[in-house]
């Protein structure tokens, strides 16, 4: 089945210990992307890559990081994690970047910051 | 910078009851429209989506949406809505290597 994953889906951690969300597809996509959703504000895009080891930042990339060393796989990482990052979490994919293809979105990961 | 606006944070009808969500964007070129819906606990899907041709799409579940260019709008319709449509809506316009989305309209039905 083609899908996106992510892992874990629910967290709960503490300001500053670092944590890593997985994110990988099935479908061979080339474009990756992470949105964070928050209460009245939408999906908010945090970084997207359009290929293996291209990245780039979003609109709210600050206390995140990502790589893409595999073509599949785009983890989120928080370094330090802190309360205002208390968020659900998407990963998302398309077969290539661009405004005219579908992005396939994985489950979510809803973090809690403490 | 490109926005879309959702007007409505929630909205309950009846089932049955015909449904129309409101979409309003600001792009300064030809706009690449979607609809996604969050049902609870899942990710996004894709209800339809507009590029351009033919201003009113049919999507996935029986819903549809019109372009209208002169009010940037891009409303999404179904004709009866069912228990099962109770979900998050969420209007996005495409720029560049994202989609920008709306703040998303919750939808209740009520038997």
């Known amino acids: 089945e083609a899908q996106v994953t992510q892992n874990p889906r629910y967290l709960i951690t503490v300001t500053g210990k670092k944590l890593t969300v997985t994110c990988s597809q099935n479908?061979?996509?080339?474009?990756m992307s992470w949105y964070r959703q928050d209460p009245g504000l939408g999906l908010r895009q945090i970084y997207y890559?359009?290929?293996?080891?291209?990245?780039d930042k979003g609109d709210v990339p600050e206390g995140y990081k990502v790589s893409r060393k595999e073509k599949r796989n785009f983890p989120l990482i928080l370094e330090s994690p802190s309360p205002n990052q208390t968020s659900l979490y998407f990963c998302?994919?398309?077969?290539?970047?661009?405004?005219?293809?579908?992005?396939?979105f994985g489950p979510g990961t809803r973090l809690t910051v403490l | 910078a490109q926005s879309v606006t959702q007007p409505d944070i929630h909205i309950t009808v009846s089932e049955g009851a015909s449904l129309e969500l409101r979409c309003n964007y600001s792009?300064?070129?030809?706009?690449?429209l979607f609809w996604y819906v969050q049902s609870p606990g899942q990710g996004l899907q894709l209800l339809l989506k507009?590029?351009?041709?033919?201003?009113l799409v049919q999507g996935i579940k029986g819903f549809e949406a019109e372009f209208k260019r002169s009010q940037s709008s891009f409303n999404l319709r179904k004709p009866s809505v069912h228990w099962s449509d109770a979900a998050e809506y969420f209007c996005?316009?495409?720029?560049?290597?994202?989609?920008?989305f709306g703040a998303g309209t919750i939808l209740r039905v009520k038997s």
């Open positions: 890559s359009m290929n293996v080891e291209v990245t």
């Open positions: 996005a316009v495409g720029d560049g290597n994202k989609l920008v």
């Open positions: 479908m061979n996509h080339e474009y």
């Open positions: 507009y590029f351009s041709g033919d201003t």
């Open positions: 998302a994919s398309s077969t290539r970047p661009g405004l005219y293809n579908e992005q396939f």
């Open positions: 792009y300064g070129a030809t706009p690449y």
